[in-house]
């Protein structure tokens, strides 16, 4: 069997009821799961969440919320990893067909599309990993980063690369926060997602933005108006 796992819990803070609010025209949580059940990957499209109302908008868009995830799983502390863990033991205690496959979807993945989740799946069997996620690569190389100092002026992370050439680094890249596939038994045991064990499923930069405050937000809805009227 092969699930996804909506993460939503109802307590975000810096944007309130983040992962139901209104984002260009459906809920946020709508974008992911409706990515998640147009890919054909899954046997299952589940949220986990402690809140009545995000059960009932996930239903309303094609998902399942057979369960109310425990408080001890939904404050602010709480890891990705044992979120998942616990829905896929959830599933496992109360279905003859064991999970094989997860893939936990961020709730506020707008840009996520089932292309991706599948080359996700594609990638993960494919190499024989633990775990494939998205990754973007970062737009400045991280070897010439900088940082401010308590002085107020500034210092290089890495000033043996002044004056190296950015063609002549090598290319760095981050989490693109969207989607983890993962073996059932890695979650299960808490593997490292960042690990040797992983692999990695490249997207276009111009497809990923966090959204963690009102200005992410707004520049998100910007930049998804913008693909989806290139698209028409």
């Known amino acids: 069997m092969r699930i996804a796992i909506i993460p939503a819990r109802g307590g975000s803070k810096r944007i309130p ?26 046997d299952q499209v589940l949220v986990s969440t402690d809140d ?14 057979p369960f109310e995830r ?3 799983l939904s404050d602010d502390h709480t890891g990705t990893i044992s979120v998942i863990r616990h829905a896929v033991g959830w599933v496992n205690e109360r279905d003859e067909v064991q999970v094989e496959q997860a893939c936990c979807l961020y709730a506020t993945a707008p840009f996520v599309r089932a292309c991706d989740i599948q080359e996700g799946l594609s990638v993960l069997m494919g190499t024989g990993s633990d775990f494939a996620f998205s ?8 070897q010439r980063a900088i940082r401010r100092t308590p002085e107020g002026r500034v210092a290089m992370f890495n000033p043996q690369h002044f004056n190296t050439r950015s063609q002549d680094l090598e290319e760095a890249y981050h989490d693109a926060g969207q989607f983890y596939w993962g073996r059932a038994d ?14 990695p499923v490249l997207l276009p930069r111009y497809r990923v933005q966090d959204i963690d405050t009102p200005e992410d937000w707004e520049r998100a809805e910007w930049m998804f108006k913008a693909l989806h009227a290139q698209d028409e």
């Open 135 to 142: 990754v973007t690569s970062y737009a400045f190389p991280i």
């Open 70 to 72: 425990p408080p001890e």
């Open 52 to 65: 009545q109302e995000i059960a009932e908008v996930a239903q309303k868009y094609g998902a399942v919320a």
């Open 17 to 42: 009821r983040k992962n139901i609010k209104m984002f260009c025209g459906k809920p946020m949580i709508a974008w992911s799961i409706e990515a998640a059940l147009e890919s054909g990957c899954f």
């Open 186 to 199: 890695a979650w299960l045991h808490s593997k490292t997602i960042f690990g040797q064990d992983s692999a």
